[in-house]
Structure formats: structure tokens, C-alpha cells
């Protein structure tokens, strides 16, 4: 690895954590605290997601130099978010941390408009990750369905997590989140998962498609402005298979992202995905963002690598909100 990287991509799992999934039948965590358990007692979310976010303090408190956080967030409860974000703010988070869905509710849902209010007025960064796909719950059943018909072939990480950041996305711009909110950085996963592709669709869509009962007016959404936000407020990060292993493949992902929808290199942040990629795989994935970037920015890649791997996230984090600039 020829650069010095800040992984703003990484996950962490406090022996606590990793207990209370077990008791709740989760052998496989994914890195999410709150999200991950079915609904237990209603204080326990706010619980664990507070000893968390307490833990990820301390690491930081300890090598503040070395670590940061993205404060998790014990959602859909909007009270008990509020109090956590006041909570995890004055203990020196970063930001703050997302799954594209709660119990099938996406981000853009109004029942969240209380929470992405108090983090524009805190013109807050926040970070989006993937999580499977579900229909919210409907009598008389008490829990969400999960909406994954190819999960006994394939995990969901492979393919619904990406199509899941897409629909997360879209529901962001077509409910009129990111314009309601416009001091709120958003970060997306994986150069966006499944979404590059289908911003034009969506944008285009949204023109024709009438308004909902109970919206005031249409999601039509300015393309121009579209461009704009994607290029002023989100960021991408490089985590997963942004390149091919063949060096003779000319697509990539990160060339969908920057060429298909015209995303400059100054939003791509470095990740990991640490410890669910393992380190062998972490390393391998590095080597060949390095090779990757070298051949598509060509005499311009070395600067390239620095910007991506580093530089970018130095401007972000040292330009929102206090005491920023730790890496992740």
C-alpha cells in the first residue's frame, strides 16, 4: 500500500455486542448494533446502541489520533435517536450512522424528519450502510418481511444490500430529504452499490410519476440540480470490488460512478470494510484500487491515489462541525 489511507469504512464489535446478538439469534452480525435485533423491550436498543457508541468513545479518547466513529443510532425510535445524537455528539463522533432501511422504512420516510432535522441544524455527516431489504410489518404480523428471494443462493451482501443502498438513495431525493436538508453531507457505500445506473431513470422518472396521496406536490426532480448535490453533499467510498482482478477489463465500478454519472474523483473516500472483508481480502482489494487508479487517471494517478485514499477525507472531516480530522 504506497499511501498512508483513512478507512471511513470499517466495523467494529465490542464483546458485548457480540453477546447480545447471540441472545437474540443473530450468529452473523454485520455491524450495525440496534438495527440487527428483533424488537425486544423498548429500552434496549437505546441501550446497546449507547454502550457502543460509549465503547467507540474510549477507543477514540485512547488513540485519538488513529480512530474515530460514526455514531450508530438506536432507529426507528425518533426520541430515544434525538437523545442519542446529543449524547454521541458531545463524546466527540464524527458523525453519524445509517442503515439504508429500518424494519422496511427507508430514510426518506416522514416519520424521520425530527432526526435528519437535528442533524442539518448540527450540519451533520452521515454515513449510509446497507442492510437487507424488508417490507415494514402489517396486522397481524408483528414483524417486518424480509424481501430477499435469492438469499438461499446467495448472501445478501452480493446483491441486496447493493439494490437496497439504490433504493435509499432514490428515496432520499425523491422525498424530498436531501432538499429539505441542504447542511447534510451524506456518504454512500460501495461507489454507491446499484444506484449509478439508475439516476438517470430515476430523475427522468420522477417528472412523470404523479404525486402520492398526501404529498403536496410532485417529486419531480431539476437534473442540473441533481448533478449539483451529488457533486457538493455526497461522498463515495472505494469499499468491495471497485475494480476488476483483470487488468485487460476496461469497465469498473468506480468508472460507472465517476463517468456514468459524472461524479468528480475529490468525492471517492478510501474503505475497507474491515473486519467483514477479512484482512487478507482487504489487502488484495488495496493492491488492486492502487493498479486501478494508476490506469485510470493514468500520469495523473499518483495524485489521484493521494486525493481518494486520504486528502479527500482530510477535507471532509476537518471541515464539518468541532474537532474534526481523526482518521476513521
Known amino acids: 500500500m504506497p499511501h498512508a489511507r483513512i478507512d471511513v469504512h470499517a466495523h467494529f464489535l465490542p464483546p458485548f455486542y457480540r453477546d447480545a446478538l447471540q441472545s437474540h439469534g443473530h450468529?452473523?452480525?454485520?455491524?450495525?448494533?440496534?438495527?440487527?435485533?428483533?424488537?425486544?423491550?423498548?429500552?434496549?436498543p437505546a441501550n446497546l446502541t449507547r454502550r457502543c457508541n460509549a465503547h467507540a468513545a474510549s477507543l477514540k479518547q485512547a488513540h485519538p489520533d488513529k480512530i474515530g466513529f460514526w455514531a450508530s443510532l438506536p432507529l426507528p425510535s425518533v426520541s430515544d435517536t434525538l437523545a442519542e445524537i446529543e449524547t454521541a455528539a458531545a463524546s466527540g463522533a464524527s458523525g453519524f450512522g445509517f442503515m439504508t432501511n429500518y424494519q422496511g422504512r427507508y430514510l426518506g420516510d416522514p416519520a424521520f424528519d425530527a432526526v435528519f432535522a437535528e442533524l442539518n441544524r448540527r450540519k451533520a455527516i452521515i454515513f449510509i450502510h446497507p442492510t437487507t431489504p424488508c417490507c415494514?410489518?402489517?396486522?397481524?404480523?408483528?414483524?417486518?418481511?424480509?424481501?430477499?428471494?435469492?438469499?438461499?443462493?446467495?448472501?445478501?451482501?452480493?446483491?441486496?444490500?447493493?439494490?437496497?443502498?439504490?433504493?435509499?438513495?432514490?428515496?432520499?431525493?425523491l422525498s424530498g430529504t436531501v432538499a429539505r436538508y441542504p447542511d447534510l453531507t451524506?456518504?454512500?457505500?460501495?461507489?454507491?452499490?446499484?444506484?449509478p445506473p439508475l439516476l438517470n431513470r430515476f430523475v427522468g422518472f420522477s417528472g412523470v410519476v404523479p404525486a402520492r396521496a398526501g404529498q403536496k406536490e410532485?417529486?419531480?426532480?431539476?437534473?442540473?440540480?441533481?448533478?449539483?448535490?451529488?457533486?457538493?453533499?455526497?461522498?463515495?467510498?472505494?469499499?468491495?470490488?471497485?475494480?476488476?482482478?483483470?487488468?485487460?477489463?476496461?469497465?469498473?465500478?468506480?468508472?460507472?460512478?465517476?463517468?456514468?454519472?459524472?461524479?468528480?474523483?475529490?468525492?471517492?473516500?478510501?474503505?475497507?470494510?474491515?473486519p467483514f472483508t477479512p484482512a487478507s481480502s482487504v489487502e488484495r482489494m488495496a493492491g488492486q484500487l492502487d493498479g486501478?487508479?494508476?490506469r485510470m487517471f493514468g500520469g495523473e494517478g499518483v495524485a489521484a491515489s493521494e486525493e481518494i485514499l486520504r486528502s479527500n477525507a482530510e477535507r471532509l472531516l476537518g471541515s464539518v462541525g468541532p474537532e474534526r480530522g481523526e482518521k476513521l
Open 218 to 274: 410532485s417529486a419531480a426532480l431539476d437534473p442540473d440540480w441533481v448533478q449539483r448535490v451529488l457533486n457538493e453533499r455526497f461522498y463515495f467510498d472505494t469499499a468491495g470490488f471497485v475494480f476488476s482482478n483483470g487488468e485487460g477489463v476496461q469497465s469498473n465500478q468506480l468508472e460507472g460512478l465517476l463517468g456514468g454519472c459524472g461524479i468528480g474523483k475529490e468525492r471517492l473516500l478510501y474503505g475497507s470494510d474491515y
Open 292 to 294: 486501478g487508479l494508476i
Open 136 to 173: 415494514p410489518a402489517s396486522s397481524p404480523s408483528p414483524a417486518p418481511i424480509e424481501a430477499t428471494p435469492l438469499a438461499p443462493l446467495y448472501p445478501n451482501p452480493l446483491l441486496e444490500f447493493f439494490f437496497d443502498t439504490a433504493r435509499c438513495v432514490a428515496n432520499l431525493f
Open 186 to 195: 451524506f456518504i454512500i457505500p460501495h461507489c454507491g452499490g446499484a444506484f
Open 27 to 44: 450468529a452473523h452480525p454485520d455491524g450495525m448494533p440496534a438495527h440487527l435485533l428483533p424488537p425486544p423491550p423498548p429500552s434496549s
